[in-house]
């Protein structure tokens, strides 16, 4: 697609539920990011993946977040067991590759958990 | 780890006039890549100027010029002629140009223009 594509856009989900966010990137990059920001805050880094290269899942909060990247293109997010403090925006970014420097934003996920 | 420090959480500039803002980093690295992103309320992330470490020259895109210092690890952003659209959430960020080249961002600082 023309850029990088996010969903759902907005999120409203109960305490203790799971949730998928969804991010498909720009098509041939082979670089993902999925990154966090709460509310007026800056951009927490949570896993990236290049290639087929294992990921990078440094940046998960804990064991209730995980990602996966099907194809080496559309990745998925994962929350269990959603708490109050995973609301927050939930940006995906893509780049065409290791040498290639600029990376492309998605408009984000915003996620609230009542 | 790399880290990136911006020392200025909210900073405001009178129309038309010029601002420059700070950004600081922390790495052992040699090869690396140095970019300032706008946010706008929108939450779309763009772009704004990009620096290879590599390169002396600073970095210049129309309005937005950078001051790259790589010994002192330092990389503000200026800005002039300062317009209401320049309103935004601006974030330094950093990019390895090894094996693990994810992105390391700093907080942020939030600009506002004052008509």
């Known amino acids: 697609g023309a850029g990088v594509s996010q969903s759902p856009s907005n999120k409203v989900t109960e305490k203790g539920k799971d949730v998928e966010l969804r991010c498909d990137p720009i098509?041939?990059?082979?670089?993902l990011y999925w990154y966090r920001q709460s509310l007026g805050q800056g951009l927490e880094f949570l896993i990236y993946?290049?290639?087929?290269?294992?990921?990078?899942k440094s940046g998960l909060p804990s064991d209730r977040f995980s990602a996966e990247r099907t194809g080496g293109s559309v990745s998925t997010l994962t929350i269990q067991r959603t708490q109050q403090e995973d609301s927050a925006v939930y940006l995906c970014?893509?780049?065409?590759?290791?040498?290639?420097?600029?990376?492309?934003f998605g408009e984000g996920s915003w996620l609230t958990v009542v | 780890a790399q880290t990136v420090t911006q020392s200025q959480p909210e900073m405001s500039v009178q129309e038309a006039e010029t601002v420059t803002l700070s950004c600081t980093y922390d790495?052992?690295?040699?090869?690396?890549?140095l970019f300032w992103y706008k946010q706008p309320p929108s939450r779309q992330m763009i772009l704004v100027i990009r620096?290879?470490?590599?390169?002396?020259q600073n970095a210049t895109e129309n309005r937005f010029s950078v001051n790259f210092q790589k010994a002192a690890k330092s990389f503000s952003l200026k800005i002039s002629d300062s317009q209401l659209g320049d309103a935004a959430m601006y974030f330094c960020?950093?990019?390895?140009?090894?094996?693990?080249?994810?992105?390391?961002f700093g907080k942020g600082t939030r600009l506002h223009i004052l008509p």
């Open positions: 970014a893509s780049s065409p590759g290791r040498l290639r420097n600029t990376i492309y």
């Open positions: 790495t052992s690295e040699s090869d690396y890549y």
């Open positions: 098509s041939g990059h082979t670089a």
């Open positions: 620096q290879e470490a590599y390169k002396q």
């Open positions: 993946f290049q290639g087929n290269s294992a990921p990078d």
């Open positions: 960020a950093y990019r390895s140009a090894g094996i693990n080249d994810k992105i390391i």
